[in-house]
C-alpha cells in the first residue's frame, strides 16, 4: 500500500528558508517519479515541481524556479523540497504525489502547511 | 505562460449527467496532453479519478469517464450522487516535463 507522508511544514518569516521532506513506503520508490504539488488556503492546486526516478531530470514551475529546488534519497526513499526566498505567496499546503507513470499523479500524501508571514 | 481553463462551478441533479471539461488558453488539448482528473472534498487530499484521458484510476465507479471533446478534455458524471458533490481539477501535461493544473471546478449536485 502506497503511503507517502509530509513534513517539514511551519511558520518562516519572508526571505527565510525551509526543508520539506516526503517519506515514502509501500512502493518502489526509486523506479518511481515523484511531485510536489501546493494548494494556498481556499485556493485550486498548483503544480510545483517533479523529479525523475534517478534524480537526473528536475523541474519546477515558473513560480518557484530559480527558489525552490526538489530533490531526492532513494536510498532513504525521501523526497525534499529546498524552499529559499520565501514569499507571503508561498503560503500553501505542500503535497507530495507519486508519478504514475501515465504522465498522471496517482498517489498523495495529506499534506504539511507552510505559512510564509512576519 | 500556459493556462489551464476549467468551469469555476457546476451543478446537476441527484441522478443527472454533468460535463466539466478542461481547456488550453492557447490551443487544443489532445491525447498527448495526457489529461488526468481529480476528485477532492475539503480538508482532504486529492483523488485521482481518470488519467491519460479515459482510464479510470482503480476503485473509480464507472459513473466517471473521461474524453476529448473537440479542443478540450472532458469529465463526464452519469447518474450523479450526493458524494460526488466536490471539487474536480484537471492537470495536462505540457512537455519537458512540466504539468499544469486548472482552477477547478466545484461542482454543486442539487
Known amino acids: 500500500q502506497v503511503h507517502l507522508v509530509e513534513s517539514g511544514g511551519g511558520v518562516v518569516q519572508p526571505g527565510g528558508s525551509l526543508r520539506l521532506y516526503c517519506a515514502a513506503s509501500g512502493f518502489s520508490f526509486g523506479d518511481s517519479g515523484m511531485h510536489w504539488v501546493r494548494q494556498a488556503p481556499g485556493k485550486g492546486l498548483e503544480w510545483v515541481a517533479f523529479i525523475q526516478y534517478f534524480g537526473d531530470i528536475k523541474t519546477h514551475a515558473d513560480s518557484v524556479r530559480g527558489r525552490f529546488t526538489i530533490s531526492r534519497d ?43 508571514s512576519s | 505562460q500556459t493556462v489551464v481553463t476549467q468551469e469555476p462551478s457546476f ?13 488550453l488558453s492557447s490551443g487544443s ?17 486529492p483523488r485521482t479519478l ?40 484537471c492537470v495536462l501535461y505540457v512537455g519537458g516535463d512540466i504539468w499544469v493544473f486548472g482552477g477547478g471546478t466545484k461542482l454543486t449536485v442539487l
Not at chain 1, 76 to 103: F, I, V
Not at chain 2, 11 to 23: A, D, E, K, R
Request: hydrophobic share 25%; net charge negative; with cysteine.
Open chain 1, 74 to 116: 532513494n536510498s532513504k526513499n525521501t523526497l525534499y523540497l529546498q524552499m529559499n526566498s520565501l514569499r507571503p505567496e508561498d503560503t500553501a499546503l505542500y503535497y507530495c504525489a507519486r508519478d504514475g507513470g501515465g504522465y498522471d499523479l496517482d498517489h498523495w500524501g495529506q499534506g504539511t502547511l507552510v505559512t510564509v
Open chain 2, 11 to 23: 451543478s446537476v441533479s441527484p441522478g443527472g449527467t454533468v460535463t466539466l471539461t478542461c481547456g
Open chain 2, 29 to 45: 488539448v489532445s491525447a498527448s496532453s495526457y489529461p488526468s482528473w481529480y476528485q477532492q472534498t475539503p480538508g482532504q487530499a
Open chain 2, 50 to 89: 481518470i488519467y491519460r484521458t479515459n482510464i479510470r484510476s482503480s476503485g473509480v465507479p464507472d459513473r466517471f469517464s473521461g474524453s476529448i471533446l473537440g479542443s478540450k478534455a472532458a469529465l463526464t458524471i452519469t447518474g450523479a450522487q450526493a458524494d460526488d458533490e466536490s471539487y474536480y481539477y
